[in-house]
Nanobody, 114 residues
Framework: QVQLVESGGGLVQPGGSLRLSCAASGFTFSSAAMSWYRQAPGQEREYVAHITSGGSSTTYTASVKGRFTISRDNAKNTVYLQMNTLKPEDTAVYYC???????WGQGTRVTVSS
């Protein structure tokens, strides 16, 4: 079955960096576009970033553009989210999504606080 497992979250100070990973299994990862979403406390889940199956095209929500980078390693069936210059408003549970399979991971919590 389709499975997505996120990791890499944690507590970081404002201005710091984290790299999230999402390990995929149960489908042909190299043929699947992937996305990252996040859900802050008391808010709706929101789109963060998207990458095409081959990794040649990426898109970002405006609030993270220039600070976050989505990438993938198809040999490792893994998609990444490099997050730099983190702000308190980036605090959320981050989820990866395989849109073609409507499959979500369990999420990894990111807290940005001094």
């Amino acid at each position: 079955q389709v499975q997505l497992v996120e990791s890499g979250g944690g507590l970081v100070q404002p201005g710091g960096s984290l790299r999230l990973s999402c390990a995929a299994s149960g489908f042909t990862f190299s043929s699947a576009a992937m996305s990252w979403y996040r859900q802050a406390p008391g808010q709706e889940r929101e789109y963060v970033a998207h990458i095409t199956s081959g990794g040649s095209s990426t898109t970002y929500t405006a609030s993270v553009k220039g600070r976050f980078t989505i990438s993938r390693d198809n040999a490792k069936n893994t998609v990444y989210l490099q997050m730099n210059t983190l702000k308190p408003e980036d605090t959320a549970v981050y989820y990866c999504l395989a849109p073609s399979y409507a499959a979500w991971g369990q999420g990894t919590r990111v807290t940005v606080s001094s």
